[in-house]
């Protein structure tokens, strides 16, 4: 069965510094995997997706995240982080099912950034 | 288009009555999903609809819950005689056949008293 562990329930940082979300899955089959943002009171938004190809993918917001098959990791980085980059973060695979996919979400890190 | 649609965006109801949430897909896409998300917690998988048919349904979808997507559509989640275990946040997402992710909605936060 396939499963998302997400090592750290909540991250606090100061505004400007890096930081590291980890994120480790289990499957016996390929997936695809992905990072989503939630801000409160708000739905869920891609941040980034792995489908195959480069092993580092990047986000449009200064987000970046790199698939480690041998360790099955895809921890999401970033160099330098903003007062509006608080939010949930979810990680998350798709696997097939049935005429489609279903994506298997990890239950969450919040990150909090501190002025 | 706007993207996934969820009405209402919060419902609070008395423990034992009946709800009705419903989601509207992106136009055109042709599946659609239904997750529930408790506090703390990442959202959990609860069913899946190709066009009209529903084609997966997780354990968690007790026989108090019913989801129907009957013109391939809009879609309804309908729980009967609701817990207050029930109380939880209703997301709802869309895809197409060419996508590889799903796009979520604003969600549907109910609250049993």
């Known amino acids: 069965a396939q499963s998302v562990t997400q090592l750290d329930s909540q991250v606090p940082v100061f505004e400007e510094a890096p930081v590291e979300l980890r994120c480790n899955y289990s499957s016996s089959v390929s997936v695809y995997l992905f990072w989503y943002v939630q801000y409160p009171n708000q739905g869920l938004q891609l941040l980034l997706k792995?489908?195959?190809?480069?092993?580092l993918v990047e986000s449009i917001n200064g987000f970046e995240a790199e698939f480690n098959k041998s360790q099955t990791s895809f921890h999401l980085r970033k160099p330098s982080v903003h007062i509006s980059d608080t939010a949930e973060y979810f990680c998350?695979?798709?696997?097939?099912?049935?005429?489609?996919?279903?994506?298997?979400f990890g239950a969450g890190t919040r990150l909090f950034v501190k002025a | 288009d706007t993207g996934v649609s969820q009405n209402p965006r919060h419902k609070i109801t008395k423990r034992g009555q009946n709800v009705t949430f419903r989601c509207d897909p992106i136009s055109e896409h042709n599946r659609l999903y239904w997750y529930r998300q408790t506090l703390g917690q990442g959202p959990e998988f609860l069913t899946y609809f190709q066009n009209e048919a529903q084609l997966e349904k997780s354990r968690l979808l007790s026989d108090r819950f019913s989801a129907e997507r009957p013109k391939g559509s809009f879609s309804t989640l309908e729980i009967q005689r609701t817990e207050q275990g029930d109380s939880a946040m209703y997301l709802c997402?869309?895809?197409?056949?060419?996508?590889?992710?799903?796009?979520f909605g604003q969600g549907t936060r109910l609250t049993v008293v």
């Open positions: 792995y489908l195959s190809g480069s092993t």
């Open positions: 997402a869309s895809s197409s056949r060419r996508d590889t992710e799903a796009f």
């Open positions: 998350a695979v798709s696997v097939r099912m049935a005429g489609g996919f279903k994506t298997i």
